[in-house]
């Protein structure tokens, strides 16, 4: 069960947008539209930005979106804000065994 | 709203036991609209999932722990427990619990983390 794949950074300037990329199988990303998004900053715990591939946790604001084609997921973050530097981390169920990706840390130019 | 804590030693002696607690308030671990969870993150890695249990006692685990670690649930106490026997310093991590919410299991809810480091 080896981890999604994501690029291990992402930059932008303040209000570009960003799209972070997620890579499985067809027997994770592929076979559940069950793809969650994590924001995580440093020495706090992960929060859930994006789950179930597209949907906003409330409170989450709308410059966070999701999507997937086939065997890969995407985050993008539009109008990019200093408080969106983070690490991200994707998360697939795979037939209740949940695989996460190995993390992007996005920086805010 | 609903919050965990975590709870457990700091220090752990290799080939000892890990023993950590998440008391769960503003909700119940009975619940059938949730199961609990366990994760851990390495210093400077990624997220690693651990296990999963259900309102009813059910649990799943991780492939790579499954041998080693035992999560379990105290309704009374409205707990959720994570042992893991013959520690390394491999198992060196921040460990959160969290709340799992539908079908996908997505965490929706997070402890703020418990730091266990595993020397002698």
């Known amino acids: 069960q080896s981890a999604l794949t994501q690029p291990p950074s992402a930059s932008g300037s303040p209000g570009q947008s960003v799209t972070i990329s997620c890579t499985g199988t067809?027997?994770?990303?592929?076979?559940?539209?069950?793809v969650s998004w994590y924001q995580q900053h440093p020495g706090k715990a992960p929060k859930v930005v994006i789950y179930e591939v597209n949907k906003r946790p409330s409170g989450v604001p709308d410059r966070f979106s999701g999507s997937k084609s086939a065997n890969t997921a995407s985050l993008t973050v539009s109008g990019l804000q200093a408080e969106d530097e983070a690490d991200y981390y994707c998360?697939?169920?795979?037939?209740?065994?949940?695989?996460f990706g190995g993390g992007t840390k996005l920086t805010v130019l | 709203q609903v919050q965990l804590q975590e709870s457990g030693p700091g220090l752990v002696k290799p080939s000892e036991t890990l023993s950590l607690t998440c008391t769960v308030s503003?909700?119940?671990?009975?619940?059938?609209?949730?199961?609990w969870s366990w994760i851990r993150q390495p210093p400077g890695k990624g997220l690693e999932w651990i296990a999963y249990?259900?309102?009813?006692?059910?649990?799943n685990y991780s492939p790579s722990l499954r041998s080693r670690a035992t999560i379990s649930v105290d309704t009374s106490k409205n707990q959720f427990s994570l042992k893991l026997n013959s520690v390394a310093a491999a198992d060196t991590a921040v460990y959160y619990c969290?709340?799992?919410?539908?079908?996908?299991?997505?965490?929706?809810?997070w402890g703020r983390g418990t730091m266990v480091t595993v020397s002698s």
């Open positions: 249990i259900y309102y009813n006692g059910g649990s």
């Open positions: 969290a709340r799992v919410r539908g079908e996908g299991g997505v965490f929706d809810i």
């Open positions: 998360c697939s169920y795979a037939g209740l065994k949940p695989i």
């Open positions: 503003g909700g119940s671990v009975s619940s059938a609209s949730f199961h």
């Open positions: 067809s027997r994770d990303v592929g076979a559940y539209d069950f």
